[in-house]
């Protein structure tokens, strides 16, 4: 199965707190939608061919395997292809792995990093009860002796297919108002191999 993803990044400091996303003037409804504790391995060759071609294969406690591909960055929106497989967290499944081939050509892929990720998630529709998407605020820990980086914090707006130009700029400025930096399409897996 195939999605695209569309999400806005912007790197939050620790002290960022996330300002109220509803806005009767932008015609933007916000809903809390809880709180996931997410635990990803992400999987590359030892010179991290994937990650270099923006692509990643990972396994997550929620969601399974999934391969994303990059298909492209928009004023700061990153778009990539999205697909999921089915499998053992212990190995990655044949098909992701044919999958990413034209990139890892004939290198073996490890496990190259692991994230602990706390999210907690703001769901968004417009006053009519169209969905926007989704904002996410993950803290996420690499865990690893030898990891790079230690932490990070990112929020992150994913974006519906048909998500409004109008609703989805003024959800940004609003992030960007209480601290959190500007548009940023930079993967986690390349924030936690630093």
Do not use: C, H
């Not at 996303?21 to 030892?46: H, I, K, M, N, Q």
């Not at 081939?101 to 009860?129: E, F, H, I, M």
């Amino acid at each position: 199965m195939s999605v695209v993803e569309r999400e806005i990044k912007l790197a939050a400091p620790p002290a960022v707190v996330l300002p109220p996303l509803s806005d009767p003037l932008a015609g933007v409804v916000a809903e809390p939608a809880g709180t996931r504790y997410l635990l990803a391995t992400y999987f590359d060759t030892s010179d991290l061919r994937l990650a270099r071609a923006g692509a990643s294969l990972r396994y997550r406690n929620d969601e399974g395997w999934a391969v994303k591909l990059p298909a492209g960055e928009r004023r700061g929106r990153l778009d990539r292809d999205t697909f999921a497989f089915d499998g053992d967290e212990t190995e990655p499944p044949a098909a992701a792995l044919d999958l990413v081939q034209a990139l890892t050509r004939a290198a073996p892929v490890t496990a190259v990093a692991r994230l602990r990720t706390t999210r907690r998630a703001v769901r968004l529709r417009t006053t009519q009860g169209a969905p926007i998407g989704e904002v996410v605020d993950d803290d996420v820990t690499v865990l690893g002796a030898d990891a790079p980086v230690r932490a990070f914090r990112e929020l992150e707006f994913e974006l519906v297919d048909d998500a409004p130009e109008a609703q989805a700029a003024s959800i940004v400025a609003r992030l960007r108002a209480a601290g959190a930096g500007p548009p940023d399409p930079t993967p986690k897996i390349v924030r936690a191999l630093g």
